[in-house]
């Protein structure tokens, strides 16, 4: 099993740019997150997915949009990038809730 | 949202045992308590979680105060691969978690 994969894993973007961050995941979990990361903090989640088509806002979804067409995938996008958001991300899923989430390992974006 | 309060940072000398402290005086009787690491430049890794009894499993060991206002993550002989972010976080039924800024643990040779 690969577990949680993020790609890309670095990416560098324009203010006013758009792009989509993929999150996939081989272990058939129903749940999957998106979480950012600022410098020295926690995490904060952006949004979630109970199971394929059904999604909802965490604490930060403002500037973000997410879709869930099939139980693997679970891409984030950004469609007009400002440099509050540059963050690391990471997605993660779950098979249950409360039950152990896996994280894949980030991409860290720059917003310039 | 019930909120964790955990130190800053601690230190700890290698092979020692380290308890990590966590204050979570809002909890309610059906949060669970779930601890996560996060080494350098990785996601966050689950280490345990427990509800009102103490747990034990191959990586940690959760003590859980009688009235579940803190809880303590024991390590039982620290290593320097134990160097990381440890984040204590009260799962609370409404499919999230929340991370608060964690202990930063330093584990010295």
């Known amino acids: 099993n690969a577990g949680v994969t993020q790609t890309p894993k670095f990416r560098i973007l324009k203010i006013g740019q758009s792009m989509t961050l993929q999150c996939t995941q081989d272990m058939n979990h129903n749940y999957m997150y998106w979480y950012r990361q600022d410098p020295g903090m926690g995490l904060k989640l952006i949004y979630y997915?109970?199971?394929?088509?059904?999604?909802d806002k965490g604490e930060v979804p403002n500037g973000y949009n997410v879709s869930r067409s099939t139980t693997e995938d679970f891409p984030l996008r950004l469609e007009l990038a400002a440099p509050s958001q540059t963050s690391v991300y990471f997605c993660?899923?779950?098979?249950?809730?409360?039950?152990?989430?896996?994280f894949g390992p980030g991409t860290r974006l720059t917003v310039l | 949202d019930a909120k964790t309060t955990q130190p800053n940072s601690m230190e700890s000398n290698e092979e020692e045992p380290v308890h990590l402290p966590c204050n979570h005086s809002t909890i309610s009787g059906t949060d669970y308590i779930h601890w996560y690491r996060q080494l350098p430049s990785q996601g966050p890794e689950y280490v345990i979680h427990g509800l009102t009894s103490n747990v034990n499993n191959r990586m940690a060991s959760l003590a859980i105060a009688e009235d579940r206002k803190s809880s303590t993550l024991i390590l039982h002989r620290a290593t320097l691969r134990d160097a990381a972010v440890y984040y204590c976080i009260l799962y609370q039924g409404t499919y999230k978690y929340i991370f608060g800024t964690g202990t930063r643990l330093k584990v010295l040779a």
């Open positions: 993660a899923s779950s098979r249950n809730m409360p039950d152990t989430q896996y």
């Open positions: 997915s109970v199971g394929a088509g059904i999604t």
